[in-house]
């Protein structure tokens, strides 16, 4: 986990955590992920945050860092947003295709790599929690990607830290 600067407080937080209202101008909501029924243990609330991952470029040893949005957020994953790539190599609903930028990062790959997300809380704090890739669904209409992703391994800091976001921030409904 980074830390910047100073510790986490609810009035930092408070800087960049929003309710979902739009993702790079554009509506985005749960509405647009299928309806599937619960499996989880830990129940996804809708919170909003910004946050960014890091991709390996063609480019030897260059990484593009990409913007993103959460959608929903538990202790033990998250469903983010993001503009797709504008040239999808694989697509696969539900699931990741082998051609698929997200795929060495994929859950059911055998020799699946971590993904750091990170969460900008505030200007100066932010927290990075590696993650493995679940699933992707994409919005052609609206040249958004939704991605589910499991958090790899959480510290007992990052646990706390998103119990608080989605205490504070997230939209029980």
Known sequence: MKLLKHPFTDEDVCLKCMTVSGFFSREISQDALPERRERRGNIRIPVSIMMEFDIPSSKKGAVVTNPALSVNLSTAGIC????????????????????????????????????????????????EIPCRIVYTIQEKEMDIEYVGACFSKVSEEERLMLEIIIHKYGKLS
Do not use: R
């Open 80 to 127: 983010f947003a993001w503009e797709h790539c504008a040239a999808c190599a694989g697509y696969t609903e539900g699931s990741v295709h082998p051609d698929c930028m997200f795929y060495p990062y994929y859950i059911h790959n055998d020799s699946a790599k971590e993904l750091g997300l990170t969460f900008n809380l505030t200007q100066d704090y932010s927290m």
